[in-house]
């Protein structure tokens, strides 16, 4: 063990970055979403974005049990935290959206068949946001740099992203927090006013019986 803590700097540089190269390689990659849409209704996927993101998606019909017949033809529409319309395509066997949120929280995607298709029909929806999106061969080609120094760049990407991710978490869970401490101080106060209600309630109902009582003489 003695000889582990006994290396140089550059030895130790190296072991980290080695180990940096190994997590990266073996991170899960995104893969595209299989989603089945009904003759009749409406299928919708959504993602908690934050703002200032790059957001890409590819999307098409998938050949499922046809022979021979065209494919069906499919609508779809994406939307954003405060219904803003992003995206709207009608009528179409394949497509694609790209956008910068601009607003934080749920953007929404929802696919519908047209009314003439009587069957439903299965999508493939390649959806990639932030780092997901960056097109690193494009990069490595303009800044000419390639081997460790690319894998440096992705590495330092990721770190950037889940940074940022990590950022948008905090402020999320602050608001969170703020909105349960106002509700709980309302429900706080509607308590103690329903209790003073009650109170006043009771002390009407006693003073009305004990007159009640008292005109009857029966105390």
Avoid at 103 to 126: H, P, R
Avoid at 154 to 179: F, P, S, W
Wanted: charged letters at 20%.
């Amino acid at each position: 063990m003695a000889k582990i803590f006994n290396l140089s700097s550059a030895t130790r540089i190296a072991l980290i970055l080695l180990l940096c190269f190994n997590s990266l390689v073996n991170l899960p990659q995104t893969k595209a979403l299989w989603l089945t849409i009904p003759s009749h209704g409406t299928k919708c996927v959504s993602q908690d974005i934050q703002t200032h993101v790059v957001v890409l998606a590819d999307y098409y019909v998938v050949a499922d049990n046809i022979k021979g017949q065209p494919l069906p033809t499919i609508s779809a529409k994406v939307t954003s935290p405060y219904g803003n319309n992003l995206h709207h395509n009608e009528n179409v066997t394949q497509g694609q959206f790209a956008f910068t949120t601009t607003e934080s929280g749920n953007y929404v995607a929802c696919f519908w068949m047209d009314s003439k298709n009587l069957q439903g029909t299965s999508i493939s929806l390649d959806w990639k946001t932030g780092i997901s999106t960056k097109d690193w061969d494009s990069v490595a080609k303009k800044e000419k740099i390639e081997g460790v120094e690319l894998e440096l760049r992705k590495l330092e990407g990721a770190v950037e992203a889940i940074h940022e991710n990590l950022l948008y978490l905090r402020t999320r869970e602050a608001e969170m927090r703020e909105v349960s401490e106002a509700t709980n101080g309302r429900v706080a106060w509607f308590s103690i006013m329903s209790l003073g209600v009650c109170v006043s309630v009771s002390v009407l109902q006693l003073l009305y019986l004990t007159r009640y009582f008292q005109k009857k003489k029966l105390i």
